[in-house]
């Protein structure tokens, strides 16, 4: 096994936190390793999508610097995304570095958002390293579908590496895009699958990041319409329950199971914003729905001896973080409300 970080002792002091302009609490962080990934979906990248050369990429060093510099300023939540974070060389090594923070109590939660295709690989080391739940995106049931809409995926492998995440005692929610064309229909199959094996559901909207060859009209689904149709069917109990994300939940009482809705195209959730992202170039992004973000890797770069110019640069960050996103799907073929893709961002 790699050990690229040192540990550090525990730390029982009063930390710091991030305060943004309108009084909400940053201690949430979401960090792309790679942009690339083993899938093709149709919302999110193009067919022949072009990524980033590797020497454009954060190293591994790099990211955990930058996260600690996080952790060093408030951040409670630590997820780690992609593209997809388990293709990435090394990202257990990572993964094992960070989870230094957990053991110390200085981080509440290290996480990870997968498409699933390699959790069979690394469920137990996940596990051993302190992550505790995952996401996994899975957008239907169907083997046919699911190869249409990955652009050659096998939801064989998907469904392996669940049954390992699970028997690692990995708690896993699946998050599920609701696409008006596709898995509109099946949408309560989804529900009631993952409820009948103990794991949450969440859906979420498209969203218009990046280029890709469909037009996003052809796909968005408003949430508002699914739950108009599942209150049909089932009794849905609002929950007080509120992850470090955007979701609201509800209770599914037939099922028993929880379900969330993350709606950005039709019911903002800025007003409780508690996160930001950095991508896998190290540009942070202050809200996901803008173009604008402070590149973090000169910081990095220039100064790798010192950490102190990389919080600071963070603390000045986070005092331009906006009240909300901008988000707008509202025409056929209109551009992408942010030009940067989702897969180099990270969900």
């Not at 969440?202 to 996003?216: N, Q």
């Not at 007003?271 to 992004?285: H, I, K, P, S, W």
């Not at 220039?302 to 950490?307: A, M, S």
């Not at 973080?321 to 990270?346: C, E, Q």
Request: glycine letters at 8%; charged letters at 25%; proline letters at 5%.
């Amino acid at each position: 096994m790699t050990v690229l970080f040192q540990s550090v002792p525990s730390v029982t002091t009063a930390r710091p936190v991030l305060i943004d302009p309108f009084g909400r609490r940053i201690d949430y962080l979401r960090v792309s390793v790679t942009d690339r990934c083993d899938l093709r979906c149709v919302y999110c990248m193009a067919e022949r999508q072009a990524f980033l050369p590797r020497r454009d990429l954060l190293t591994l060093e790099e990211l955990d610097r930058l996260c600690t510099g996080f952790i060093d300023l408030g951040t409670r939540r630590l997820r780690l995304t992609g593209g997809e974070p388990l293709v990435r060389k090394g990202f257990m090594d990572l993964v094992r570095g960070l989870s230094r923070h957990l053991e110390s109590g200085r981080l509440e939660e290290l996480t990870l958002t997968t498409n699933g295709t390699r959790l069979a690989e690394h469920a137990d080391d996940l596990a051993a390293c302190g992550v505790r739940r995952i996401n996994v995106s899975l957008d239907t049931l169907d083997a046919d579908l699911y190869r249409r809409i990955t652009r050659g995926g096998e939801l064989a492998k998907v469904m392996v590496g669940l049954d390992a995440a699970r028997a690692a005692g990995l708690e896993v929610k699946i998050n599920t895009v609701a696409l008006k064309g596709d898995n509109a229909g099946a949408l309560p199959d989804m529900v009631a699958w993952a409820h009948g094996r103990g794991m949450g559901l969440t859906l979420i909207e498209t969203m218009p990041l990046g280029e890709i060859e469909a037009d996003r009209m052809d796909q968005y689904l408003p949430l508002s319409e699914v739950r108009a149709d599942f209150e049909a069917r089932w009794t849905l109990t609002p929950l007080a329950r509120r992850t470090s994300g955007p979701a609201r939940y509800v209770r599914v009482e037939e099922t028993g199971g929880t379900l969330g809705f993350i709606t950005p195209m039709s019911h903002s959730f800025c007003e409780a914003c508690n996160r930001v992202r950095v991508t896998c170039t190290g540009d942070l992004v202050l809200c996901l729905g803008r173009e604008d973000g402070v590149a973090l890797t000169p910081v990095l770069r220039n100064h790798p001896d010192d950490d102190e110019p990389l919080r600071e640069a963070i603390r000045a960050a986070i005092l331009a973080k906006p009240k909300g996103h901008d988000f707008r799907i509202d025409r056929p073929g209109a551009a992408p409300a942010v030009a940067r893709p989702m897969s180099m961002t990270g969900g």
